[in-house]
């Protein structure tokens, strides 16, 4: 993965400076953020979709109350912050994340957090050592985790069998899917440069675009619109597309736990969209893959969605096994986006056509010019234009 490098802001003393921004929870922090700010949360295990967030918002560092790398498996957060040049600071605790109040300007030394020079929360600072030393010790341990993953995907599979091996509950799009590509973005605006390595399959295949949750407004903000929107009833305001995303679609997808109540999609329907129900326990992603499978896609390429065993894991998640079940389930249909340069070159175009056209002329007219005749009609032509100038 690409890493933007960021240049390290005015220092003022030593370390860095910047306004603090402070919530426990990081989904509620992470719109408040701007360019320049100090984030202070409590995450235990930071992935790596919340840390591109946090370096996309601009912050100069990250002062977390937990642990970066706790040790149950290789969190990828870390190494995403510290490839960006910011400054990050873990195990300040509970005591170290209240002293810190909210909106104050903070200077971030070394693992000191100071307002005024005076030290109001101390941790430990997490550098590129650090994250290589923990991040190998944590892989070490991934024994544990994966018995858990094993336990949770065979509860999952029994949940959702009927789904899964005859696909039974999954709704019926009006947007035509049948022998078509189709494109699912996932949720995250750090998915865009994703986007961007498929825009000459977009451009000439015209596939299906399916955007899950914000994915919808990474397409918008693409100039593209989205046909197929699938939403998480459970996502707080941070995850739901805007609603031009959402009023643009052909179809909108709201995935629901098993017997929720109509409340689920009533926010929808005041907006004037006549959502269509897709009750499972599987993750947006997965219920997006899930969807357009059962509609007979000929091929899905997916844009953000994880596909490695440190990936899924580092998503901290319960649908683990869904998204697990869920691959098997869509099988060799689906490939990555980062995969689609490698195997679709593009369309050949007349111009294409027209430039080895006229490279063979030209190495025609050069091989015909060294011969005796050649020589000759090259004299006349030339005796042709003089005879024609003044």
């Known amino acids: 993965m690409r890493m933007p490098v960021r240049q390290r802001p005015a220092i003022g003393r030593s370390g860095v400076v910047g306004t603090a921004r402070v919530d426990r929870r990081t989904r509620a922090l992470l719109p408040r953020l701007r360019p320049g700010d100090v984030a202070v949360l409590d995450h235990t295990d930071l992935d790596r979709t919340t840390a591109q967030a946090l370096v996309d918002a ?3 560092a990250v002062v977390n109350a937990a642990p970066m790398i706790s040790g149950r498996y290789p969190s990828l957060g870390p190494e995403v912050l510290v490839a960006a040049g910011i400054t990050v600071v873990d195990q300040v605790g509970s005591a170290g994340l209240a002293a810190i109040a909210d909106g104050g300007v903070v200077r971030v030394d070394g693992g000191t957090v100071l307002v005024e020079d005076r030290p109001v929360a101390v941790g430990r600072q997490v550098d590129g050592d650090t994250v290589a030393r923990e991040l190998t010790a944590a892989r070490d341990g991934l024994t544990a985790h994966l018995e858990t993953f094993t336990h949770n995907t065979a509860e999952f599979l029994r949940r959702e069998q009927d789904l899964l091996l005859h696909g039974l509950g999954v709704p019926r799009p009006a947007t035509r899917i049948a022998g078509r590509p189709v494109v699912v973005v ?3 605006h750090e998915h865009a440069h994703e986007l961007a390595l498929v825009r000459t399959f977009l451009r000439e295949q015209h596939p299906v675009l399916v955007g899950v949750g914000r994915g919808a407004d990474v397409l918008r903000e693409a100039r593209l619109r989205a046909d197929v929107v699938v939403v998480d009833a459970t996502a707080d305001e941070t995850e739901i597309p805007s609603a031009k995303a959402l009023k643009a679609a052909r179809d909108v997808v709201v995935r629901t736990d098993r017997g929720a109540g109509r409340s689920a999609v009533e926010h929808l329907e005041r907006l004037g ?3 269509l129900r897709f009750e499972s326990g599987a993750t947006p992603e997965d219920a997006a893959l899930l969807l357009v499978a059962a509609a007979d896609a000929a091929l899905i390429v997916g844009v953000g969605l994880r596909a490695t065993l440190e ?3 580092d998503s901290q998640r319960a649908g683990l096994a869904s998204t697990y079940l869920t691959r098997l389930k869509v099988g060799q249909r689906l490939v990555d986006a980062a995969a689609v340069p490698h195997l679709y070159a593009g369309r050949v175009r007349p111009r294409h056509l027209l430039l080895v056209m006229l490279s063979g002329l030209i190495a025609l ?19 042709l234009l003089q005879g024609l100038l003044p």
């Open 186 to 188: 996932a949720r995250g």
């Open 365 to 383: 007219g050069a091989a015909v010019g060294v011969t005796p005749v050649g020589q000759e009609w090259a004299d006349a032509l030339a005796d």
């Open 311 to 313: 990936e899924l894991l």
């Open 273 to 275: 969209i006549r959502p």
């Open 58 to 60: 601009g912050v100069v």
